[in-house]
């Protein structure tokens, strides 16, 4: 699960395994896989920091 923060300032809490796309245009969409879209105010640079670093946690992979 990763936080991001919508336009309006609320901060929503998103399950990065259902991330389909990310595009900036040049607010930041998450498009999920069930269809559904979030604009957020984070980059699309930092919406991918966040998710790859929730799939390393859950993984237990480690950079070094």
């Known amino acids: ?6 336009l309006d300032q609320r901060v929503i ?3 990065a395994d259902l991330i389909k796309m990310i595009e900036a245009t040049p607010d930041t969409i998450v498009s999920l896989i069930n269809g559904d879209s ?4 984070e980059s699309v640079d ?3 920091e966040r998710a790859t ?3 390393r946690q859950i993984r237990g992979f480690q950079v070094v």
């Open 1 to 6: 699960m990763i936080t991001l923060t919508r």
């Open 38 to 41: 979030v604009i957020v105010r």
């Open 46 to 48: 930092e919406v991918v």
């Open 53 to 55: 670093n929730y799939q």
């Open 13 to 15: 809490v998103l399950n």
